[in-house]
Structure formats: C-alpha cells, structure tokens
C-alpha cells in the first residue's frame, strides 16, 4: 500500500477529509447546516465559503451567522445576521431544511446509527450521550456521517447496539415499508467514503483515499460493501481550498488533533501548513 506522507501530498488526512465532508452541502441551497466536531464543522465553513453562500449556520447557541467563526481563540465578535434560537431551529429541522454531519460511534449496514451505549442497554460496557435528538432528526432530515475511525468496532455486523437514527432496516419501520423520503448522506471515514446508494439502500464504497486499498476497507468494515469496478480517489484539496482552512477557518490548527498517534511516514504525515 502507497503511503505518501503530506508533505509530499501538499495536505493532511484532515484537510482531506474536510474538503471530502463539505461535498455534503454542495448544491443544496438554504439549508440550515450543523457539523458535530472539528471536521464537521470545518467542512460547513468550507462549504459556505467556497460553493454554497447560501448555507445558514449558527454559533450554536442562539445567532445565525453570516460568515464561518474560525476554531480557537476569537479575535473579535462574529458577524451576526439574526436570530436562531430553538424555536425557529425546529421549525426548519421538522421542515426537512436541515442538513447534519453527525459522529456516531458505531454504524450498520442499514445506515442506522448509535451515540447511546456499547454493550446490552439494559447493562452497557460503555454509556455514551443517550440517542439525543438522533431519532427525530433522522426521520426529518438528511444526515451525513463522519468516522475518523475505520473499523469493525465501528461498522458493526449485525445492528447497531442501540438504534438511535432510523435507517433503512425494514423490521424498524411499520408494515415493513421504508418511507421513501427518508435520506441518509455519505459516510467519511479516515479510509474512505461510502454511501448506501447500492440495490436495496446497501452500503456501497464511493472513494478510497490516498495510500488505502479495496481490501483494507473492507477488512474494516463489519458487513458487506458493495465495490463497483475501480473505486474512483477521494479528490484531493484544491490551493483555494487549503488556503480557506488553514488561513480562515482553523488558523490554530485544531484540524490536526483528529488523527494523532499517527505512526512516521503513514499517509496522514504531519501538517505541512
């Protein structure tokens, strides 16, 4: 396997992994967009920036925001637009004018998605967040996914410990019909990006990234992934691209916490910028 280290690529695993997450929004209009985490949240602000102005965001509190808030230390207040508190949040969550890139801690070959527990419910190894507003929100939007961890614990065989986010598992659903507005995004991992685009909603790789093979991914995955023909690269990021992150979206480099540990010379390398 390849292994370019980023200072030859000209970018990191994480800036890779933005620029693959911020696809997420392209073409989608005025959507309310939320981004769990560093790189969620980087990838809206690269998406607003570079290709979809129209995107509405907020400081995650209770201000639609004008333009993206950099990670890290703020110098100076953030160009307010309105009010956004959780009444009118709502109003467009229920609407389906939302647009989520989420974390979850496990993933199964429906799209269902856990942040609750690890183990049995009724005596968890391991107790998370609790399902939160996952289940509504999943029935209501479109969700995309984020997982900087690639791996069986993650993509689990079987279902999910907990079903927090409503997929495409028919036993889940009433009369075993799966609305057909339900919508679930792609999947960006550490590896790759997936989708489940494949027949009957399976999961599908879309992507490998740099120095990853076919057969690395799905040594990683706990179910079967549909593999059509030569998977196409992730695309890698363009210099406009790179400059936005590094220079106004995360000047303090937190980007480059996601994937510590990283061993010398594997395909993440260090951050060149």
């Known amino acids: 396997m390849a292994s370019p280290d980023a200072t030859t ?26 981004g769990i985490g560093v790189i969620p949240r980087l990838a809206v602000g690269l998406a607003k920036l570079s290709f979809n102005p129209d995107l509405l965001m907020t400081d995650g509190e209770c201000l639609l925001l004008g333009e993206p808030v950099p990670l890290g230390p703020r110098h100076g207040p ?41 183990g049995d419910y009724a005596r968890p190894k391991v107790a998370i967040l609790g399902a939160r507003g996952f289940p509504g929100n999943s029935i209501s939007h479109s969700n995309s996914m984020f997982v900087p961890n690639h791996s069986p614990r993650v993509f689990v065989a079987g279902e999910v410990d907990m079903v927090c986010s409503a997929g495409f598992n028919p036993a889940r659903w009433p009369g075993g019909r799966v609305p057909p507005s ?16 494949g027949p009957g909603h399976s999961p599908r790789l879309c992507s490998l990234h740099p120095g990853v093979s076919v057969a690395e991914v799905v040594a990683a995955t706990g179910f079967p992934l549909l593999v059509e023909g030569t998977p196409t690269p992730t695309p890698a990021p363009t210099e406009e691209q790179l400059a936005l ?14 994937f510590k540990g990283d061993p010398p010379g594997d395909r993440r390398g260090k951050d060149p910028s």
Not at 90 to 118: E, K, T
Not at 184 to 192: C, E, F, P, Q
Not at 247 to 257: H, V
Request: contains cysteine.
């Open 9 to 34: 690529a000209g970018y990191t695993l994480a800036e890779l992994c933005i620029v693959a997450c911020a696809e997420e929004w392209r073409g989608k209009g005025e959507l309310l967009a939320t």
């Open 182 to 197: 339900l919508s679930i995004g792609r999947v960006i991992t550490d590896l790759a990006v997936l989708d489940f685009g």
């Open 78 to 118: 953030p160009a307010v637009e309105g009010w956004m508190p959780y009444a009118r949040v709502f109003d467009l969550l229920w609407h389906g004018r939302r647009h989520a890139l989420v974390g979850p801690v496990q993933v199964d070959r429906f799209g269902q998605a856990n942040i609750s527990a690890i």
């Open 245 to 258: 992150i590094r220079e106004r979206l995360d000047p303090a480099r937190l980007r480059a916490t996601i």
